[in-house]
Nanobody
Framework: QLQAFGGGLVQAGDSLRLSCAAS????????MGWFRQAPGKGREFVAA????????HYADSVKGRFTISRDNAKNTVYLQMNSLKPEDTAVYYC?????????????????WGQGTLVTVSS
């Protein structure tokens, strides 16, 4: 089970950190990802991290502004979002993949959290 939290209403240029807490003993073996879905749009990849934290991938739209990280001791993955823009407004979902690599494909993920809303005002 995955639970994402940390969303909220912020202004453009602000920062926000999302967290995703996972239950279960095998979190440290999962690849983890963040996806988002803006109003009226499809779900899109944001960032991914492999089981050890040694490999990450980012969407071009967030590269240099967002950082994904994980703490396997706390069964938690984070998404640090800096220099937020109005176009970052979306529901953000975390996901876990049995495949331990950092995948950009939503189809590789086996479990999804409920989502947390991030709204960035201009």
């Amino acid at each position: 089970q995955l639970q994402a939290f940390g969303g909220g209403l912020v202004q453009a240029g602000d920062s926000l950190r999302l967290s995703c807490a996972a239950s279960g003993r095998t979190f440290s073996t999962y690849g983890m990802g963040w996806f988002r879905q803006a109003p009226g749009k499809g779900r899109e990849f944001v960032a991914a991290i492999n089981w050890s934290g040694g490999s990450t991938h980012y969407a071009d739209s967030v590269k240099g502004r967002f950082t994904i990280s994980r703490d396997n001791a706390k069964n938690t993955v984070y998404l640090q979002m800096n220099s937020l823009k109005p176009e970052d407004t979306a529901v953000y979902y975390c996901a876990a993949a049995l495949v331990g690599r950092a995948s950009i494909k939503s189809g590789d993920y086996d479990w999804w959290g409920q989502g947390t809303l991030v709204t960035v005002s201009s």
